[in-house]
Nanobody, 123 residues
């Protein structure tokens, strides 16, 4: 499967933004998906993950209650709905997939990555 992340942009603090991770190739419902982000000068970190059929999700503490990770396997797409954005959310956001039912919070456990989409939140 190949991944294409999109939806990034420049927004103001408090705004909402929805990122999309569109998959092509094999059956996407066989893959768990994670969203990660990398702020300038910092390591790439886990943001949210969802199991292959969406039965289980997990969010990092820094985004819990603000970000949500729905998926629509009929559209081969996983989303990252980001609400109440803060300047600290500024980063390049990446989606990643692994051919297993279960997401992981560890980036090294994903072998398929999208190209990243930049989110900039101004104060």
């Amino acid at each position: 499967v190949q991944l294409q992340a999109s939806g990034g942009g420049l927004v103001q603090a408090g705004d909402s933004l929805r990122l999309s991770c569109a998959a092509s190739g094999r059956t996407f419902s066989n893959y768990a998906v994670g969203w990660f982000r990398q702020a300038p000068g910092k390591d790439r970190v886990f943001v949210a993950g969802i199991s292959d059929i969406g039965a289980s999700v997990h969010h990092a503490d820094s985004v819990r209650g603000r970000f949500f990770i729905p998926r629509d396997n009929s559209k081969n797409t996983v989303y990252l709905q980001m609400n109440s954005l803060k300047p600290a959310d500024t980063a390049v956001y990446y989606c990643a997939a692994r051919r297993t039912p279960y997401y992981s919070i560890e980036l090294y456990e994903y072998d398929i990555w999208g190209q990243g989409t930049l989110v900039t939140v101004s104060s």
